[in-house]
């Protein structure tokens, strides 16, 4: 009796399981979600931004083209993201921790930081102006830990092993971003640093800890160790009743309002009422609420389907790839992206207090949007590796060249 060989047996399954279970599913999946999530951005900040823009006696397409400005310095970094050897981001982690912490750093020197909505979470660059030095840190913090759990992967079930040098190097970076009063940055990092420990294997009692002393860092320290922070009134007007609708409950109760006008396919796109300086940060932090209102339930629903896709194309790259730092890596990185989505989402649904973070690759944001589109072209480049994707992506290649080639040599001279 004949048997089946190993390429014999998959092309006799393929029929049967589809695609779905094909070597690039994962970097399709991510391309798709990406660029979708990208161009949907751009076209969603000119509709929110366009009126605000004309009240401040600017041109309508101001933040737009800001926004494309960075799309564009964004577009060749994700190319060669894309491209760069494994190796290379293990090479280049140490040094990364050592220069996202000298940029952190720097927002507390008088004569380069700058503040925004009372955090001071940025500094002045000569030509691109202001940037976030904390975006830059959680790239670089992803990779490093990635590197330093990966390596150490087989000693992890010992505590010092698992805490050493990672929860330093993340509580340091951690440390300076609370520093800046930036609430919503830190616990994105936590949910960042959360995802890498838990897919690293550390054992559950210290990970329990470290996630009850995150939750204490964070109630106990930074919302009512501050008498003068108004944070702890945004959480009582989001869990309790709105007494000040011009205050605390402004924002929030603005963006539900936007939400509830779009019903189920929404008053159309460029229609929105609450994007006429009714409601604050239209085109950054609340562009969720106008996308409600504009495109309906239709349109929020689709943007939350590509962030569930994009989180699980990265979760089915953490179960498939063989290397522990693109594990641990990915779900990093797959923690900030998709947890600071559903975080942002979760603040204009009124299901969270309002802390101030962008909807990634949607929200109106340089640095934010050039270091998601490199830490998703990073991942990316681990789809590529993945077992059998690079040869499936090859042969596809040379059937493209093939196909041109003959359509070529077939047009008239």
Known sequence: ????????????????????????????LLVGSTIALLAFGLVMVLSSSTITSIAESESPYTEFLNQARFALIGLPVLIVATRIPTRWYKNLAWPGLLVALVLQALTFVPALSASKGGNAGWIRVPVIGTMQPAEIGKLVLAVWLGTVLGRKRHLLGRWNHALLPALPGAAGLLALILGGKDLGTAMVVMALVAGAFWVAGIPAKLFGLMAGGAAALVVGVFIFGQSSSNRLSRIMAAYGPCT???????????????????????????????????????????????????????????????????GFAMSRLVRRHPDPFVQVTTAAVACWVVGQAFLNIGVVIGVLPVIGVPLPLVSAGGSALVTTMAALGMIISFARTEPGTAEVLAARGSVVRRSLAVLGRGRPR
């Open 244 to 310: 000040d609708t011009q205050g605390e409950c402004y924002q929030s109760l603005h963006g539900m309002y936007g939400l509830g006008t779009g019903g189920l396919l929404g008053v159309g796109l460029g229609a929105s009422r609450e994007k006429w300086r009714y409601l604050p940060e239209a085109h950054n932090d609340f562009i969720y609420a106008v996308i409600g209102e504009e495109l309906g339930l239709f349109g929020t629903l689709m943007v939350l389907a590509l962030f569930v896709i994009l």
């Open 1 to 28: 009796m004949a048997v089946s060989t190993g390429p014999e047996r998959a092309a006799a399954e393929r029929p049967r399981l589809g695609y779905w279970n094909s070597a690039v599913t994962t970097y399709y």
